[in-house]
């Protein structure tokens, strides 16, 4: 039996080596080379199709928000919403739908849709991922992905004004420090 004696392979030689090697590492090692999306340690399409099923049970009971769906096509709504979690989740994008600001525009308009609204939705996604047995870790994660487009489905800028912005400028301004030393 020969042995390979690396001090006398040529430089390119070992470093070509060493990357294959690093390259199976993982595998070889029997561990994961990149962490599992959310959608992935969630179970899937499965899981997330149980979740929104359970989910809008949970809406449609609830008198904070249950009004908002009172003219809507839930069969549609439930697959939009399995479509877009997929993709929100880090699952395969298969969400075609329209942009959040457009898909709530109407209902912030017209019924007042606001944060008290929305932090009702985002607690009923956290109990029914809790129901589900999902980790609190997961469930904290979720709860990120829906506020993470809260500005958009508010539609509102997801740039805060500043102060000087919120009180009206330099008119406002000027009117207070005039009235401050009146």
Same mark, same amino acid.
Request: with cysteine; aromatic share 8%; glycine share 6%.
């Given at each position: 039996?020969?042995?390979?004696?690396?001090?006398?392979?040529?430089?390119?030689?070992?470093?070509?080596?060493?990357?294959?090697?690093?390259?199976?590492?993982?595998?070889?090692?029997?561990?994961?080379?990149?962490?599992?999306? *959310?959608?992935?340690?969630?179970?899937?399409?499965?899981?997330?199709?149980?979740?929104?099923?359970?989910?809008?049970?949970?809406?449609?009971?609830?008198?904070?928000?249950?009004?908002?769906?009172?003219?809507?096509?839930?069969?549609?709504?439930?697959?939009?919403?399995?479509?877009?979690?997929?993709?929100?989740?880090?699952?395969?994008?298969?969400?075609?739908?329209?942009?959040?600001?457009?898909?709530?525009?109407?209902?912030?308009?017209?019924?007042?849709?606001?944060?008290?609204?929305?932090?009702?939705?985002?607690?009923?996604?956290?109990?029914?991922?809790?129901?589900?047995?999902?980790?609190?870790?997961?469930?904290?994660?979720?709860?990120?992905?829906?506020?993470?487009?809260?500005?958009?489905? *508010?539609?509102?800028?997801?740039?805060?004004?500043?102060?000087?912005?919120?009180?009206?400028?330099?008119?406002?301004?000027?009117?207070?420090?005039?009235?401050?030393?009146?």
């Amino acid at each position: 039996m020969s042995s390979l004696n690396f001090s006398e392979r040529p430089d390119a030689d070992i470093t070509e080596a060493a990357a294959i090697a690093n390259s199976v590492r993982d595998e070889v090692l029997c561990r994961d080379s990149k962490p599992k999306s *959310l959608y992935e340690r969630l179970g899937g399409a499965p899981a997330v199709d149980a979740a929104v099923d359970q989910f809008y049970e949970k809406v449609l009971a609830d008198e904070r928000v249950n009004f908002f769906f009172k003219n809507t096509d839930m069969k549609k709504q439930r697959r939009v919403q399995k479509s877009f979690l997929t993709f929100a989740f880090g699952g395969p994008k298969t969400y075609s739908g329209v942009g959040m600001r457009k898909a709530h525009q109407k209902l912030v308009d017209e019924q007042g849709l606001n944060d008290s609204h929305m932090d009702t939705i985002v607690e009923l996604l956290g109990k029914t991922l809790k129901e589900l047995g999902v980790a609190d870790a997961d469930i904290t994660e979720a709860a990120a992905i829906a506020n993470s487009v809260r500005d958009e489905v *508010l539609c509102r800028d997801s740039k805060p004004k500043s102060l000087y912005e919120r009180l009206g400028g330099a008119p406002a301004v000027d009117a207070a420090v005039d009235q401050f030393y009146e």
